[in-house]
Nanobody, 116 residues
Framework: QVRLRESGGGLVQPGGSLSLSCAAS????????MNWYRQAPGKERELIAS???????TYANSVKGRFTISRDDAKNTAYLQMNNLKPEDTAVYLC??????????WGQGTQVTVSS
């Protein structure tokens, strides 16, 4: 079984930055594409950033130019660098990963609150 654990969330002022991590552990055979989602209260879960096994990055328009996704396969970890944060970025941030046989693994999320 593969487990994902997010870390790095917290409270930040508008215009500030945070860096999130998503570490995979357990019986890892293969980790393919890794994704970051977010879910704000009363809203649907939103895919905001993806990074393929080969390092190809894609972003939602809402975060493009402000967020950067990266990965370190030696550490089985994905990262999300978030800059110029806005109050509307407030949400629970979750990561998922596509494993062997296209199994999908999810973390439990980390809260990001952007407020003055």
């Amino acid at each position: 079984q593969v487990r994902l654990r997010e870390s790095g969330g917290g409270l930040v002022q508008p215009g500030g930055s945070l860096s999130l991590s998503c570490a995979a552990s357990g019986d890892i055979v293969y980790i393919g594409t890794m994704n970051w989602y977010r879910q704000a209260p009363g809203k649907e879960r939103e895919l905001i950033a993806s990074i393929s096994k080969t390092g190809e990055e894609t972003y939602a328009n809402s975060v493009k130019g402000r967020f950067t996704i990266s990965r370190d396969d030696a550490k089985n970890t994905a990262y999300l660098q978030m800059n110029n944060l806005k109050p509307e970025d407030t949400a629970v941030y979750l990561c998922n990963a596509i494993g062997n046989y296209r199994l999908v693994y999810w973390g439990q999320g980390t809260q990001v609150t952007v407020s003055s």
